[in-house]
């Protein structure tokens, strides 16, 4: 799976959304996506990559697109879309 | 060993107590990382979650990059093993305070033997589910012949009987009934970790308040909400004394941060009306009996403020619940030297330099504040807590020279 697979599933079994909601998903735009579905999401990130995130990376972790920003500090790299 | 005996105990989780697996493993032992994993994933992804943080929070606990951080700065200094059965005493107050106790006496490599309160919290319920659904899978068989969860009323001839067994407890509870369970007699070689009753507060910084941005306000005031207000000012670790650091301007901060706590109040706390109720009666009591309160005032029913002129020496007996604060100002933090004493435990700051605090409260030589945390994690439990590393304190030292 390319590292954009694994994020964009993160997302997509976390929230039980499509990969089509995904582009310009923001933190509390989904109902999902609420303060207890940010520590899922962040579980799942982590253990996808096998990462540990720093608690600012994890507060600043605002977005579907700022969050490629801040796995890029963890050597993650998020391929384009395709 | 001494065999585990029948108990008229309620099982909640796990086999009967006489067939525990008692042979301890090393500190966070691979089996129990990935029984821990698998708790977290379970509980992240359950939808009961959704409904209470407090789960949620302890379940982002025990993710796995949190344990490998844990694991980390615990160390490999000595050999290690848990030092054998753990017995857990867990509190009625803080609803998953018993996971949390569970999971540090399975991550120093015990077996466990939980006594779960009967106080009606449905987040019991939810992790017990999670945590039996796990020991019937066959991947955590260890895990599950090594710790179970129980239920039975208070009875001290039953916990007599597993003290008399156990390597190590864990006593959660108020003073009386730290000592009532600390009179039975236990194993020779029992460690017990008491929680007694704590005292804690609060320092805010006056300036800092002031020149805090909005964005930086509303953070602290979500956070000091989440000390006070997620357990009603009851966690041993939420603060009742509000000190403010410099005198000349902790008027104007006063006026900046209470309302904007209100107001934070009013969109976010279901006040019961007893509860303002009481903190009326509290109020009037405060007025009999201490002489040091000096002012007082009311914001809407959700916050009591207590004005002191000077610092009682037992301020610590004088607390109030749901928002009762009891505040004063002060120029000088040396002044804590003639009210701390051995209760105290937590004091969450805004604007101050905590390692600052740390290194005077060492070389003051205080008896009491085991921890200086920012607003917002008073209620972060973890495996150092009460002054105590607890993974240390439950694992023994296998030592070669």
Known sequence: MSNRETYDSAFTETFMIEAKDLPGLKYQGVAAWDSVGHMALMAALEEAFGIEMDIDDIIEFSGYEAGQAILSKYNVAIEPAA | ?401
């Open chain 2, 1 to 401: 060993m001494k065999p585990v005996p029948d108990l008229p105990v309620t099982l909640r989780v796990g086999g009967p107590l006489r067939t525990i697996e008692r042979r301890p493993l090393p500190p966070y032992a691979p089996e129990v990382l990935a029984f821990l994993t698998a708790l977290s994933k379970r509980l992240l992804t359950a939808p009961q979650t959704r409904l209470h943080p407090d789960i949620a929070a302890f379940a982002y606990w025990c993710r796995p990059a949190n344990l490998a951080r844990l694991q980390r700065a615990f160390g490999a200094a000595h050999a290690r093993l848990g030092r054998g059965l753990a017995l857990h005493i867990a509190p009625a107050n803080v609803p998953v305070n018993f996971a949390f106790s569970f999971a540090f006496g399975l991550l120093a490599g015990n077996a466990n033997i939980v006594r779960i309160p009967d106080a009606g919290h449905p987040q019991a319920e939810v992790i017990c589910d999670a945590l039996a659904a796990l020991f019937a899978d066959p991947a955590h068989r260890r895990v599950a012949a090594m710790n179970r969860l129980i239920r039975y009323p208070r009875s001290d001839a039953i916990t007599g009987s597993l003290s008399q067994i156990a390597q190590a407890r864990l006593l959660w509870g108020g003073d009386e009934t730290v000592s009532r369970l600390r009179a039975l007699p236990v194993h020779p070689r029992c460690v017990d970790i008491a929680f007694a009753d704590r005292y804690s507060f609060c320092i805010l910084d006056a300036d800092a308040v002031l020149e805090a941005s909005d964005t930086v306000l509303a953070s602290l005031v979500k956070g000091f909400y989440d000390d006070v207000f997620l357990l009603d000012q009851n966690a041993c670790s939420s603060p009742h004394l509000v000190l403010w650091q410099g005198t000349a301007k902790a008027k104007a901060a006063q006026a900046r941060f209470w309302p904007a706590m209100t107001a934070y109040l009013e969109k976010s706390y279901a006040l019961a009306p007893v509860h303002a109720v009481d903190k009326f009666v509290h109020l009037c009591a405060t007025a009999i009996a201490l002489p040091e309160a000096a002012a007082s005032q009311r914001h809407d029913n959700f916050v009591y403020r207590v004005v002191l002129d000077r610092l009682p020496a037992d301020i610590e007996r004088h607390r109030g619940r749901n928002g009762f604060f009891y505040e004063h100002a002060t120029d000088d933090l040396t002044c804590l030297a003639g009210i701390v004493e051995e209760r105290y435990q937590t004091v969450t700051t805004f604007g101050i330099d905590r390692d600052a605090l740390v290194q005077s409260i060492i070389a003051q030589g205080l008896s009491g504040i085991d921890r200086v945390v920012p607003v917002g994690k008073a209620l972060d439990i973890g495996v150092i807590w009460d002054g105590y590393d607890l993974i240390g304190e439950l694992s023994r030292i296998v030592h070669t020279a």
